[in-house]
C-alpha cells in the first residue's frame, strides 16, 4: 500500500509518495517532493476547483500509485481551511480516484508529529504570510492562532533590495 501525501499551501502544492517500508519523501536520503504552483493573488486562497484540478496533475503524474485499488490519500490542509472546501475535496478525491482510504490533515499537526510529538507550537513561514499555531494533543487551537502578513516573498523581496542598495553604495553594477 502507498499514501500519496499532498500538502496544500496557499501558493503551491507538495506531493510525495510514502511506500509501506520506504520512503519517498523530501528527506537527505531520497528525492525532493514534486512542487506544483497554484495560481492564486495575496488577497485570496487558491479556489477548491483549482486545487483539485493541480490534484489531478499529481494523480497522473504518480500513475503507479493511482494503479493501485490499495493506496491511500493524505491531504494536508491549513488549520483554516473552512468545512466546506475540505468535503469538496474529499468528495472529488473519492469520486476521481477510489482510493482506499482519504484522510484529511491538519499540515501543522503533522509537522509536530513527524518530529514525535502532539504538542508544541508551530511556526509556520508561508509564501505569503507566516502562521503560528499551537498545538495540543495533535490539535491546532485556532482561537490562539496567529497569522501575520510577512511571508517567504516579502523575505526575498526585502533581502533583494538590501543586496541591490548595498552593490550600488559599494559601486559594483
Known sequence: METLIVDIGTS?????VLTRGKRKLHDPHAAPMATYALPSTAATAPSVDVIASVLDS????EQKWSSNANNCLMLLVSPFTKRLAKEKLLRHAFEKYS???V????AP????IGASHTAGTVIDVGHEEITIVPIVDAQPLLQHAITLPYGGAMQTQCCAQLLSSRAQDSGIT
Do not use: D, Q, T, W
Open 99 to 101: 482510493p482506499k482510504c
Open 12 to 16: 503551491s502544492i507538495k506531493a510525495g
Open 109 to 112: 499537526a503533522m509537522g509536530l
Open 58 to 61: 499529481i494523480v497522473e503524474a
Open 103 to 106: 484522510f484529511i490533515g491538519y
